[in-house]
């Protein structure tokens, strides 16, 4: 088995708010993978004295462990379990009622010798690779699909439509949005490689077209995922038009992962 990942602030004045885990806890165990994208709130207005790093670092390392150790929950019950386990650190000192609360986007995937399970919240990406080298990607695209106007920028979204029924959702404080997660699972034998991309790292496919989701996969395993982001970055500088970006960020926070079983 190969894991690599990396991860790459957007800018080395901000915190980098994305999180990143991947292991095979034990031999026969199988093993685990668990990607976070935190979702910057505009200044002075989330009701919460904690930074989204803070609240990525505890949500993700919950989603680690309980992945790992409780293989009996569902990744419905485990998404659902580290919510509710990270607002109760926080609940006495927080609004954890305000709509930009500190939450994130949510890759998960877990796998053992029969099954590959994965959940994905909001706009981070999971690949499939095939034995024959089919990429199938695994999206939560709600995001994508809200009529225009309802954003008012490409990073922040209204607030009328976060976590809100016919809008989109992410994981903050109320465990429930894990029913709202994409889920599934996989026979192991279908599955050859695992990717996972935060959305800043998959520019290089949504926003640059510079490949479809299989020439993602391929970038990442012949030059790793840093080989990723350094792509991803020397397009966002070259794009001084702002014809791929748009209102968007210069650059993003980026996180790629690829697991190779």
Same mark, same amino acid.
């Given at each position: 088995? @190969? &894991?690599? +990942?990396?991860?790459?602030?957007?800018?080395?004045?901000?915190?980098?708010?994305?999180?990143? *885990?991947?292991?095979?806890?034990? =031999?026969?165990?199988?093993?685990?993978?668990?990607?976070?994208?935190?979702?910057?709130?505009?200044?002075? *207005? !989330?009701?919460?004295?904690?930074?989204?790093?803070? $609240?990525? =670092? %505890?949500?993700?390392?919950?989603?680690?462990?309980?992945?790992?150790? @409780?293989? !009996?929950?569902?990744?419905?019950?485990?998404?659902?379990?580290?919510?509710?386990?990270?607002?109760?650190?926080?609940?006495?000192?927080?609004?954890?009622?305000?709509?930009?609360?500190?939450?994130?986007?949510?890759?998960?995937?877990?796998?053992?010798?029969?099954? &590959?399970?994965?959940?994905?919240?909001?706009?981070?990406?999971?690949?499939?690779?095939?034995?024959?080298?089919?990429?199938?990607?695994?999206?939560?695209?709600?995001?994508?699909? +809200?009529?225009?106007? *309802?954003?008012?920028?490409?990073? &922040?979204? !209204?607030?009328?439509?976060?976590?809100?029924?016919?809008?989109? $959702?992410?994981?903050?404080?109320?465990?429930?949005?894990?029913?709202?997660?994409?889920?599934?699972?996989?026979?192991?034998?279908?599955?050859?490689?695992?990717?996972?991309?935060?959305?800043?790292?998959?520019?290089?496919?949504?926003? $640059?077209?510079?490949?479809?989701?299989?020439?993602?996969?391929?970038?990442?395993?012949?030059?790793?995922?840093?080989?990723? &982001?350094?792509?991803?970055?020397?397009?966002? %500088? =070259?794009?001084?038009?702002?014809?791929?970006?748009?209102?968007?960020?210069?650059? !993003?926070?980026?996180?790629?992962?690829?697991?190779?079983?």
């Amino acid at each position: 088995m @190969r &894991i690599e +990942l990396a991860t790459e602030p957007g800018s080395p004045e901000r915190p980098n708010e994305d999180w990143v *885990s991947a292991a095979a806890p034990a =031999a026969g165990q199988g093993g685990v993978l668990v990607l976070l994208d935190g979702v910057t709130p505009p200044v002075g *207005s !989330d009701g919460c004295v904690h930074s989204v790093p803070w $609240f990525t =670092a %505890r949500l993700g390392s919950t989603l680690a462990e309980l992945s790992a150790s @409780r293989r !009996d929950l569902t990744l419905t019950d485990i998404l659902a379990t580290s919510i509710r386990r990270t607002a109760d650190t926080h609940r006495s000192l927080c609004d954890l009622s305000h709509v930009r609360t500190p939450q994130a986007t949510v890759v998960l995937a877990r796998w053992d010798e029969q099954r &590959i399970e994965h959940l994905v919240l909001s706009d981070s990406v999971l690949l499939v690779e095939a034995p024959d080298g089919t990429v199938r990607p695994v999206l939560d695209d709600r995001l994508d699909r +809200l009529p225009p106007g *309802s954003l008012a920028s490409e990073e &922040i979204a !209204d607030a009328r439509a976060r976590n809100k029924e016919g809008g989109f $959702f992410t994981a903050a404080a109320d465990p429930l949005v894990s029913s709202r997660a994409v889920t599934g699972e996989t026979p192991r034998a279908g599955v050859r490689a695992l990717a996972a991309l935060t959305d800043g790292a998959s520019r290089w496919t949504e926003k $640059f077209r510079e490949g479809d989701w299989t020439a993602t996969l391929g970038m990442l395993r012949k030059e790793g995922p840093q080989g990723l &982001i350094d792509r991803v970055r020397e397009l966002e %500088r =070259a794009d001084t038009g702002r014809v791929h970006l748009r209102r968007g960020k210069t650059h !993003d926070d980026a996180t790629a992962v690829l697991v190779e079983l």
